[in-house]
């Protein structure tokens, strides 16, 4: 099964929400207002990046477009069998 493994780097992400906003399974503010993955995909978690993994191929082009429009570059997906 395909996966997709997904960071956000904390230090580069200014909270704009873009990425939550277009695809809100995957990506939410936290408390300190940057960007993680939401609790069912996550792997770790910390203040300088949070790290998930997505096994679901529905979320594939989306998360290209996240990838493509956070103004700031700091979300990378890589894919992983
Ligand atoms: S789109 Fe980028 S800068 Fe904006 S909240 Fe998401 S990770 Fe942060």
Redesign the pocket.
């Known amino acids: 099964m395909v996966k997709y493994r997904v960071e956000?780097d904390k230090e580069?992400?200014?909270?704009?929400?873009?990425?939550?906003s277009l695809l809100p399974d995957v990506?939410e503010?936290g408390d300190d207002g940057?960007?993680r993955i939401v609790e069912k995909y996550r792997v770790s978690d910390d203040e300088s990046k949070s790290v998930g993994e997505v096994g679901e191929e529905k979320y594939a082009d989306t998360l290209n477009q996240?990838v493509d429009?956070?103004?700031?570059q700091?979300?990378k997906v890589t894919k992983v069998e």
Do not use: R, Y
């Open positions: 956000v580069s992400c200014i909270g704009c929400g873009v990425c939550s990506f503010l940057k960007s996240v429009s956070c103004p700031t700091a979300i």
